[in-house]
């Protein structure tokens, strides 16, 4: 009979509270791979809220709607770029109408990736 030595390694059996959108898993994405250039440890289970995935997992769905050509580098261009500044591009502004069509197209791509991973609501 094995016995567990590290009690703290177990996860639990709660899946973790979605997120309400696929924006908001992607600015958290966003944040946490800051935070891990950055020099911050990421630990599943840390956070204030437990999630259903790892950052990195929001990271790989966009990576593989990149790799199967649904989205293109100025796709990928406007989600970093926004990412980072924790805001979508507004439409009203002159300067950022082609970022919130690409913006749109792209969350229009991932969200039902992401809903059927389970990762938003």
Not at 27 to 38: E, I, L, P, R
Request: contains cysteine; positive net charge.
């Amino acid at each position: 009979m094995a016995l567990h030595r590290n009690m703290s390694m177990v996860l639990s059996d709660a899946a973790g509270e979605p997120f309400g959108s696929a924006e908001e898993a992607w600015f958290w994405s966003v944040q946490a791979q800051d935070a891990k250039a950055a020099g911050a440890r990421i630990v599943a289970g840390r956070g204030l809220v437990r999630r259903p995935c790892e950052p990195t997992d929001v990271l790989r769905a966009v990576d593989r709607l990149y790799r199967r050509r649904l989205l293109i580098r100025d796709h990928l261009h406007v989600l970093v770029h926004y990412g980072r500044r924790l805001m979508a591009p507004d439409p009203a502004r002159h300067r950022e109408q082609r970022a919130h069509t690409l913006w749109r197209e792209a969350f229009e791509q991932l969200c039902p990736v992401l809903r059927e991973k389970g990762i938003v609501q």
